[in-house]
């Protein structure tokens, strides 16, 4: 087997779905098994890809909430892939994107793990694409607003490039390297484990490296960013890396790093007090109001039409003023949606697909 493609899921149905039909289109010619791993989901994810996948994917069916590391785990250790590709399901792959990587890798040995290009929902460049580590000084440099070491802003975009930290939300991983350095470090519940990964990948001996292959990531719609318990797993994952790593270090190198990491962990957390409370009190603030349009076969304009109108969406007389662009991915490629969407970054990049017979934006899913 060339290739197993492990998405960990948790209540992004339509999202996933998205995911899975992209990867089906971009993994053809090649050896390749995609497993999901559902984290106990409650929005009829499961039953739902049993539908829908049923002879194309294997389902790991989570009775709890593994957390991101763990549940990939669960999947890699099953598969049989020569590489192992963790995937976020909030994404959609071009069609050229994995198996460039792949061949990438196969031209590079000591290639531990790869990322790529992630385009972010407004069509711009994620600079998550490239990280440096984050060492005590990068950290601090990057709290305090100084980011372009951390980012590794000179890299070229358009070249393959060493870089530090693959993102998770597309990581590609030669499981021989995998099975010198070990798997995900199940501590980390979720965020920080791509990061501890790639820097036991460099230990080990082998390279991450930068492709610039596409995918668009909408960045979060598989988690909760504006919740308690996202401020404490994320901000926590910082602590459990530093202290794995550079716990060693004086006392007076640590301390600093650990002030910032608990000082932007409470400023989160006022920041949300802050917004709750003003809703508690009736300000909501003014909701700004979208237009969309519809790039398509004139049967998914009629469809997206029809659910605009019942669903009270305004709608833009081009696609130039809307703030939304749905493309058709029933006569779309997924390398042409993203294409077309960073020749107008700044908008938002929307789907719709006659299969599932909804429309996927950023910011919520219309049906």
């Known amino acids: 087997?060339?290739?197993?493609?492990?998405?960990?899921?948790?209540?992004?149905?339509?999202?996933?779905?998205?995911?899975?039909?992209s990867v089906q289109r971009a993994t053809k010619g090649l050896e390749a098994e995609i497993y999901v791993v559902d984290n106990h989901s409650s929005d009829g994810s499961v039953d739902y890809l049993k539908r829908r996948f049923a002879d194309t994917i294997t389902l790991i069916e989570c009775n709890h909430n593994q957390g991101f590391a763990k549940a990939n785990n669960i999947a890699i250790r099953q598969s049989k892939g020569e590489y192992v590709l963790l995937l976020n399901p909030d994404t959609f792959v071009g069609e050229d994107s994995i198996r460039q990587v792949v061949a990438f890798m196969d031209a590079h040995p000591k290639a531990g793990g790869a990322g790529v290009m992630m385009h972010n929902a407004n069509g711009t460049v994620a600079r998550e694409s490239r990280r440096g580590l984050p060492t005590p000084y990068v950290s601090l440099l990057k709290m305090l607003g100084f980011s372009k070491r951390y980012y590794m802003s000179h890299l070229s975009w358009t070249e393959p490039g060493r870089i530090d930290v693959v993102s998770g939300a597309f990581m590609m991983l030669r499981r021989s390297a995998l099975e010198k350095v070990g798997l995900l470090d199940e501590d980390f519940f979720m965020y920080g484990e791509d990061i501890d990964l790639s820097y036991r990948i460099l230990k080990g001996g082998y390279e991450n490296w930068y492709v610039p292959s596409n995918i668009l990531h909408y960045k979060g719609e598989s988690t909760q960013k504006s919740t308690f318990r996202y401020v404490h797993v994320f901000y926590q994952a910082m602590l459990i890396f530093f202290r794995k790593h550079y716990g060693h270090l004086s006392f007076f190198v640590v301390l600093p790093i650990k002030m910032a990491i608990y000082g932007r962990a409470f400023l989160a957390l006022f920041q949300m007090l802050s917004m709750q409370l003003r809703r508690y009190?009736?300000?909501?603030?003014?909701?700004?109001?979208?237009?969309?349009?519809?790039?398509?076969?004139?049967?998914?304009?009629?469809?997206?039409?029809?659910?605009?109108?019942?669903?009270?969406?305004?709608?833009?007389?081009?696609?130039?003023?809307?703030?939304?662009?749905?493309?058709?991915?029933?006569?779309?490629?997924?390398?042409?949606?993203?294409?077309?969407?960073?020749?107008?970054?700044?908008?938002?990049?929307?789907?719709?697909?006659?299969?599932?017979?909804?429309?996927?934006?950023?910011?919520?899913?219309?049906?």
């Not at 909501?284 to 469809?303: C, H, L, W």
Request: aromatic residues 8%.
């Open 281 to 367: 009190l009736g300000d909501y603030g003014k909701r700004e109001d979208i237009t969309y349009a519809f790039e398509g076969s004139q049967p998914m304009v009629d469809n997206c039409m029809k659910i605009a109108l019942r669903k009270g969406l305004s709608i833009a007389e081009t696609s130039v003023s809307a703030d939304c662009v749905v493309y058709d991915t029933d006569t779309l490629s997924f390398e042409e949606i993203i294409a077309e969407a960073a020749k107008h970054p700044g908008k938002q990049i929307g789907t719709y697909s006659s299969k599932s017979c909804v429309i996927i934006t950023p910011g919520e899913i219309v049906k």
């Open 1 to 21: 087997m060339k290739l197993t493609v492990v998405i960990v899921s948790y209540n992004v149905c339509y999202y996933l779905e998205q995911c899975i039909g």
